[in-house]
């Protein structure tokens, strides 16, 4: 199986900036991609960014140019740098990742973090 762990939220004012880590640990060959969410209060969960195995990246049109999605293989770390925040980049940040395992039978599945608050002042 594959699990991953969101670390870095806080507390910061806007225009400033914050990084996220998202460290996966099991069958780290399998995973496909890893994805950020956010969710902010009764709102539904949104797609930040994602980086595929290949390294390719996409990012969610309210993030471009102000987000960065990257990743570490020697740590198995996915990192998500968030520049000129806003008050509306407040939400629980959830990392996901998306993997295939192959072994006796094929296992496809996703598997979410707990989650880390990243709250903006104005």
């Known amino acids: 199986q594959v699990q991953v762990a969101e670390v870095g939220g806080g507390l910061v004012q806007a225009g400033g900036s914050l990084r996220l880590a998202c460290a996966a640990s099991?069958?780290?060959?399998?995973?496909?991609?890893i994805e950020w969410y956010r969710q902010a209060p009764g709102k539904e969960r949104e797609l930040v960014a994602l980086?595929?195995?290949?390294?390719?990246?996409n990012y969610a049109d309210f993030v471009k140019g102000r987000f960065t999605i990257s990743r570490d293989n020697a740590k198995n770390t996915v990192y998500l740098q968030m520049n000129s925040l806003k008050p509306e980049d407040t939400a629980v940040y959830y990392c996901?990742?998306?993997?295939?395992?192959?072994?006796?039978?094929?296992?496809?599945?996703?598997?979410w973090g707990q989650g880390t608050q990243v709250t903006v002042s104005s």
């Open positions: 099991g069958t780290i060959s399998g995973i496909n991609a």
């Open positions: 980086i595929t195995r290949h390294g390719s990246k």
């Open positions: 996901a990742a998306d993997y295939t395992i192959v072994a006796d039978t094929t296992t496809v599945g996703r598997t």
